[in-house]
Nanobody, 123 residues
Framework: QVQLGESGGGLVQAGGSLRLSCAAS????????MGWFRQAPGKEREFVGG????????RYGDSVKGRFTIARDNARNTVYLQMNSLKPEDTAVYYC????????????????WGQGTQVTVSS
Protein backbone atom coordinates (compact mmCIF):
# COMPACT_ATOMS: atom_id res chain seq x y z
CA GLN A 1 0.00 0.00 0.00
CA VAL A 2 1.38 3.37 -1.04
CA GLN A 3 0.93 6.37 1.24
CA LEU A 4 1.25 9.88 -0.10
CA GLY A 5 1.66 13.09 1.85
CA GLU A 6 1.58 16.57 0.34
CA SER A 7 3.19 19.70 1.77
CA GLY A 8 4.06 23.21 0.69
CA GLY A 9 0.64 24.75 0.25
CA GLY A 10 -0.26 28.14 1.59
CA LEU A 11 -1.34 31.68 0.81
CA VAL A 12 0.45 33.61 -1.93
CA GLN A 13 -0.22 36.77 -3.88
CA ALA A 14 -1.03 36.67 -7.57
CA GLY A 15 2.14 36.46 -9.63
CA GLY A 16 3.98 34.62 -6.89
CA SER A 17 5.33 31.09 -6.70
CA LEU A 18 4.96 28.00 -4.56
CA ARG A 19 6.54 24.56 -4.64
CA LEU A 20 4.48 21.61 -3.53
CA SER A 21 6.08 18.36 -2.43
CA CYS A 22 4.62 14.89 -2.16
CA ALA A 23 6.47 12.21 -0.20
CA ALA A 24 5.66 8.58 -0.90
CA SER A 25 6.10 5.56 1.33
CA UNK A 26 5.10 1.91 1.42
CA UNK A 27 5.77 1.06 -2.19
CA UNK A 28 8.24 1.07 -5.04
CA UNK A 29 8.11 4.75 -5.90
CA UNK A 30 10.27 4.40 -8.98
CA UNK A 31 7.73 2.01 -10.57
CA UNK A 32 4.86 4.48 -10.29
CA UNK A 33 3.75 7.28 -12.54
CA MET A 34 2.95 10.35 -10.45
CA GLY A 35 0.48 13.14 -10.93
CA TRP A 36 -0.99 16.27 -9.43
CA PHE A 37 -4.65 17.18 -9.48
CA ARG A 38 -6.56 20.08 -7.98
CA GLN A 39 -10.11 20.72 -6.90
CA ALA A 40 -11.71 24.07 -6.29
CA PRO A 41 -14.98 24.40 -4.33
CA GLY A 42 -17.93 23.32 -6.44
CA LYS A 43 -15.74 22.10 -9.29
CA GLU A 44 -14.56 18.75 -10.62
CA ARG A 45 -11.12 17.46 -9.71
CA GLU A 46 -8.82 18.65 -12.49
CA PHE A 47 -5.60 17.14 -13.87
CA VAL A 48 -2.66 19.50 -13.36
CA GLY A 49 0.43 17.52 -14.31
CA GLY A 50 1.87 14.03 -14.63
CA UNK A 51 5.30 12.48 -14.91
CA UNK A 52 6.48 9.05 -16.02
CA UNK A 53 8.37 6.63 -13.82
CA UNK A 54 11.76 7.62 -15.17
CA UNK A 55 10.98 11.32 -15.67
CA UNK A 56 11.20 10.85 -19.43
CA UNK A 57 7.85 12.45 -20.18
CA UNK A 58 5.59 14.99 -18.56
CA ARG A 59 2.02 16.11 -19.23
CA TYR A 60 0.19 19.23 -18.16
CA GLY A 61 -3.33 20.51 -18.04
CA ASP A 62 -4.02 23.32 -20.49
CA SER A 63 -4.65 25.87 -17.76
CA VAL A 64 -1.18 25.48 -16.23
CA LYS A 65 1.06 24.88 -19.25
CA GLY A 66 4.07 27.16 -19.24
CA ARG A 67 3.58 28.09 -15.58
CA PHE A 68 3.79 24.81 -13.63
CA THR A 69 6.54 22.19 -13.72
CA ILE A 70 6.38 18.66 -12.34
CA ALA A 71 9.54 16.82 -11.33
CA ARG A 72 10.45 13.79 -9.28
CA ASP A 73 13.38 12.55 -7.24
CA ASN A 74 13.26 8.77 -7.08
CA ALA A 75 16.09 8.67 -4.53
CA ARG A 76 13.95 10.73 -2.14
CA ASN A 77 10.60 9.12 -3.10
CA THR A 78 9.28 12.60 -3.74
CA VAL A 79 7.44 14.39 -6.53
CA TYR A 80 7.31 18.16 -6.80
CA LEU A 81 5.08 20.73 -8.42
CA GLN A 82 6.71 24.09 -9.04
CA MET A 83 4.00 26.70 -9.56
CA ASN A 84 4.96 30.08 -11.00
CA SER A 85 2.95 33.11 -12.10
CA LEU A 86 0.11 32.03 -9.85
CA LYS A 87 -3.38 33.35 -10.52
CA PRO A 88 -6.43 33.58 -8.23
CA GLU A 89 -8.05 30.86 -10.35
CA ASP A 90 -5.28 28.48 -9.26
CA THR A 91 -6.82 28.48 -5.78
CA ALA A 92 -7.74 24.90 -4.91
CA VAL A 93 -6.83 21.87 -2.87
CA TYR A 94 -3.95 20.15 -4.62
CA TYR A 95 -3.68 16.37 -4.53
CA CYS A 96 -0.79 14.09 -5.28
CA UNK A 97 -1.58 10.74 -6.89
CA UNK A 98 0.25 7.57 -7.94
CA UNK A 99 -0.48 5.18 -10.79
CA UNK A 100 0.93 1.76 -11.75
CA UNK A 101 0.89 2.86 -15.41
CA UNK A 102 3.93 4.38 -17.08
CA UNK A 103 2.09 7.67 -17.61
CA UNK A 104 -1.34 8.65 -16.42
CA UNK A 105 -3.51 11.73 -16.82
CA UNK A 106 -7.04 10.54 -16.03
CA UNK A 107 -8.36 10.41 -12.50
CA UNK A 108 -9.41 6.75 -12.84
CA UNK A 109 -5.86 5.75 -13.78
CA UNK A 110 -4.53 6.65 -10.33
CA UNK A 111 -4.84 4.12 -7.51
CA UNK A 112 -3.35 6.10 -4.62
CA TRP A 113 -4.13 9.61 -3.41
CA GLY A 114 -2.83 11.99 -0.78
CA GLN A 115 -5.00 14.04 1.57
CA GLY A 116 -4.36 17.28 -0.30
CA THR A 117 -2.84 20.66 0.51
CA GLN A 118 -4.61 24.00 0.21
CA VAL A 119 -3.25 26.65 -2.15
CA THR A 120 -4.83 30.08 -2.00
CA VAL A 121 -3.85 32.85 -4.41
CA SER A 122 -4.96 36.34 -3.49
CA SER A 123 -5.55 39.07 -6.06
Amino acid sequence: QVQLGESGGGLVQAGGSLRLSCAASGGMFSTLAMGWFRQAPGKEREFVGGITRGSINTRYGDSVKGRFTIARDNARNTVYLQMNSLKPEDTAVYYCAASPKDIATKRYEFDYWGQGTQVTVSS
